[in-house]
C-alpha cells in the first residue's frame, strides 16, 4: 500500500447515554480502539451491522465529533476536529438518503455550489461554471440546475449529492451507505460512477456498508466493524476466500443468502445485537458465536488458519501455546 493519506491510531468514542427518565447516565462506547490506514487512491469497505458504530467513525473523520481518545491524520499530519474548514477540503461525505441529505427548498445550482460559498472559492461567474462541470462529470445535463430534489429520481438526487461532494476537489470520500436508499437496478450505476470518478481524480474512498456484496463491488481491503471494533481487516478477495473471524464468516453467509442487502439475519446468529451499554464480557461475539468455547466468556481467542485451510478459534494460553478450548454450546459445536 502507498504511504497512508488517512490514519486512525486507537481511536474511542464513548458517549454518556441516559436510559429511562430518572436512569443514571452510563457510557456507550460507539468505537473502540480502532485503527485503520487508507493509502492514497484506494478503497477501503468498512462493514457492520446497524449500530456498529460506523457512522460514528464516519463523523469523526469529517470533524463532526471529536474522538473521546486516539487520533486521526491527514497524510501523516495530527487533524484536530477544529480544523473542520481545513478538513473540509481534503475530506468531503456522500451520506445514503439522497431524500434526506438535499435541502428541498434549494436549487440543484445552489445544493452543489454550497461547499464553494461556504468555503468562498470564487465568483459568481466561476461557481456557476464549476456546477456545469461538475454536473456534467457525474452524468447529469446542465438544466437541472434549475431544478429541485423533488423533481428528480433517487438516483438522480444522489448524483446531485455526489457532485456537491467532488466541487471542493477533495482527495478522500467518506461513501456511508451511499445506495442502500436505491433501487437495486441505480445501486450499480452509481457504484459504477463512484468507480469511474475515482479512477479519474486518484479519490481515496472510506466505503461504509452493511452489506458485503455492495462492498465487494468497488473496494480491494475490507474492515469488519463488530460493537465499535475492528474484529478483522483483509483484502476483499482474503476475506471471501478465508474469512477468518466468526463474525465474518456469518457475514459472508449472509451474502450467499437468497434476501441480500439486509446485513446478518438475526436468525443466522442466534440472538439480537447486542446492547452496547453492556457489550458481552471476554469476546463481544461470544454469545451468537457458534463456535464460541466456555473461555469466550473471558478472553477473545485467535483466529488461526490449519495447514488445510481451515481456520479455527484458538485459546492462547502463555505455557501450552495456542489451544482449543470446551465448547460453550455443544449442540451447535462442529
Ligand atoms: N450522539 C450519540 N449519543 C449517544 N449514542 C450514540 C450517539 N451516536 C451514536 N450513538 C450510539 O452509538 C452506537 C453506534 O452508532 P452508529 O450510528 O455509529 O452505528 P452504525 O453502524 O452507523 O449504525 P447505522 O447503520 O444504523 O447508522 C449505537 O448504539 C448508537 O445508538
New binding site residues.
Partial sequence: MSAPVLELRGVTKT?S?KQGLFGKPKP?T?VNDVSLTLGRGEVLGLV??????????AKILLGLEAPTTGEVLVDGERVESTDRRKLARRIQPIFQDPYSSLNPRKSIEDIVSLPLRVHKVGDAASQNKAVRDILDIVGLPARVMQTYPNQMSGGQRQRVAIARALIMKPEIVICD?PTSALDVSVQSQILNLLGELRDEFGLTYLFIS?DLAVVEHLASRVAV?YL?RIVEEATVGGLFDTPRHPYAQALLTSVLTPDPGQGVPDTQLGMEYPN?IAPPPGCHFHPRCPRAMVQCVQTAPRAVVSEDGHVECHLFDAERGLDTGAPLKPETAA
Fill in positions: 458517549y447515554v456507550l460507539a457492520g451491522e446497524s449500530g456498529c458504530g460506523k457512522s460514528t467513525l451507505e452493511h466493524m465499535g452496547p
